[in-house]
């Protein structure tokens, strides 16, 4: 069977190949973006990780009649009501900036003490099967942000997250050990059961 991931990261793309992998789900030929034609892509203009998640794996199902998983993640800052929430990947002004970005919610979190520094990554993963069942999930990851990057893995605002129970940072785990505990490991895990059942 072939599934559509609708994106065009290279990491997400691997991650839910490892993560199928590791659950043992079999004959499911994981495609992004780059592997099938060109379709318009409406705006990500939802005001949740639910509505942005199901809008492009609606789109993505719709124009390749495939199979499509969408997720839209982003980070959850306490003392910034939630914020980037939604907006993560342009929270800077320009999208995918993670350095311009995680600049930002450094300078914004300045003057905040460490007891108030807790977040929380988010990751909404929807999977919308042409002409059949759409299925939307849930994924969260809490911790704390720290002061200074630490880490080359990962992407976004790894460098700066603690996940809670650690001493490293997300940037700072492997990639096998961030996909069993992330927010968009654990989504993409619950939406599993789906997967198995469409391979079958």
Known sequence: ??????????????????????????????????????FPEAPETGATFEENALAKARDAAAATGLPAVADDSGLAVDALNGMPGVLSARWAGRHGDDEANLDLVLGQLADTP????????????????????????????????????????????????VPEGESRTSAELDPAEKDAASHRGRALRAILPHLRALAS
């Not at 994106?7 to 789900?25: F, Q, S, Y």
């Not at 988010?122 to 969260?140: F, K, N, W």
């Open 1 to 38: 069977m072939k599934l559509l991931l609708a994106t065009r990261n290279a990491k997400k793309l691997g991650e839910l190949r490892r993560i199928l992998a590791a659950e043992g789900v079999a004959g499911v030929e994981v495609l992004g973006l780059a592997d099938v034609e060109e």
């Open 114 to 161: 460490d007891e108030r520094r807790g977040a929380g990554f988010v990751c909404a993963a929807a999977l919308v099967v042409p002409g059949g069942a759409e299925t939307v999930v849930r994924g969260e990851w809490r911790g704390t942000l720290i002061r200074q990057r630490k880490g080359v893995h990962g992407f976004g605002y790894d460098p700066i997250f």
